[in-house]
């Protein structure tokens, strides 16, 4: 499995940004697809996860309403629209497939707990949000 992101970049508050996620390697099927982040002196943490069975997605409570997840199964792709962009969603973002799909728990569990349930990762892309 290869996954590479791509989309980051330089933005002011308020603003969007589309990130994409690549995917390679195994079909969609029934996985868990989630973008993570990282900020400098931060742990990773998760902000979104597709299931890529029925198409649910969720979300960590500092960006809903205001980011979405979502498939392109005939381009394996997965992209994040993020809008009304904050200073503090700056951080290196990172997609991971999750081979047994635990979505639906993802937000609910130990954050320690959630990173080992991602199998495969893509190097990251950096978003910056200025003020």
């Known amino acids: 499995v290869q996954l590479v992101e791509s989309g980051g970049g330089l933005v002011q508050a308020g603003g969007s940004l589309r990130l994409s996620c690549a995917v390679s390697?195994?079909?969609?099927?029934?996985?868990?697809i989630g973008w993570f982040r990282q900020a400098p002196g931060k742990e990773r943490e998760g902000v979104a996860c597709?299931?890529?069975?029925?198409?649910?997605?969720y979300y960590e409570d500092s960006v809903k309403g205001r980011f979405v997840i979502r498939a392109d199964g005939a381009k394996n792709t997965v992209y994040m629209e993020m809008g009304m962009l904050k200073p503090e969603d700056t951080a290196v973002y990172y997609c991971?497939?999750?081979?047994?799909?635990?979505?639906?728990?993802?937000?609910?569990?130990?954050?320690?707990?959630?990173?080992?349930?991602?199998?495969?990762w893509g190097q990251g892309t950096q978003v910056t949000v200025s003020s």
């Open positions: 991971a497939v999750d081979l047994a799909n635990r979505c639906s728990t993802m937000f609910h569990s130990d954050r320690a707990y959630v990173l080992k349930w991602f199998d495969s």
């Open positions: 390697g195994f079909i969609f099927d029934d996985y868990g």
């Open positions: 597709l299931s890529t069975s029925d198409g649910s997605a």
